[in-house]
């Protein structure tokens, strides 16, 4: 009977990537050090690439069909409401306070568009909302107020003291 004979070890080392991740150079002019793609993975303080930790369910958003289209992290200036906002498949738009754990699901409004994503900013300690469809509204962290003779623009930005709007269906070339 021949005895096998066993394989060799083999040693991979494998380039730390402390330069970083470069997205816009082409993978094959990157130095050794940086990396041109990463997925599922972190890079620590050393710059090694570890996995990246699981996901973990906290909490349940409406019914089982329901899913999250768009999403928005406010605190408002004294920080005294931290909040995360979200728009669902089912038109509605919730909030949950935030701490370790998500709170629970509030609706500030219902029969919202199941389609169209939400653009948010935040001025004037409120966050404003937009998706040209359904009317621009503001929340303050306690109270919603729309705007029923505002344009319904799909995007909105800050820019200095002002709240541009854009996108307004029949008047895509204008910004209010």
Do not use: C
């Not at 962290?141 to 996108?167: E, H, N, R, V």
Request: hydrophobic share 40%.
């Amino acid at each position: 009977m021949a005895r096998r004979r066993g394989s060799p070890e083999i040693l991979l080392e494998l380039p730390s990537f402390h330069g970083g991740v470069d997205y816009d150079t082409d993978p094959d002019k990157l130095p050794p050090h940086v990396a041109s793609e990463i997925f599922q993975m972190l890079l620590d303080e050393l710059g090694n690439a570890v996995q990246r930790p699981g996901i973990e369910l906290v909490n349940t958003v409406g019914a089982a069909g329901d899913r999250v289209i768009s999403a928005f992290f406010f605190i408002n200036s004294d920080k005294s409401k931290k909040q995360l906002i979200i728009h669902t498949s089912a038109g509605a738009l919730k909030y949950a306070n935030m701490g370790s754990v998500p709170g629970a699901w509030t609706d500030i409004a219902t029969g919202l568009s199941t389609t169209a994503r939400m653009s948010f900013v935040v001025f004037l300690d409120q966050v404003w909302m937009t998706n040209g469809v359904n009317d621009l509204r503001s929340w303050d962290g306690t109270t919603q107020t729309t705007y029923a003779s505002a344009p319904k623009g799909k995007f909105i930005a800050l820019w200095k003291d002002t709240l541009w709007q854009a996108g307004v269906t029949g008047s895509r070339d204008r910004v209010y």
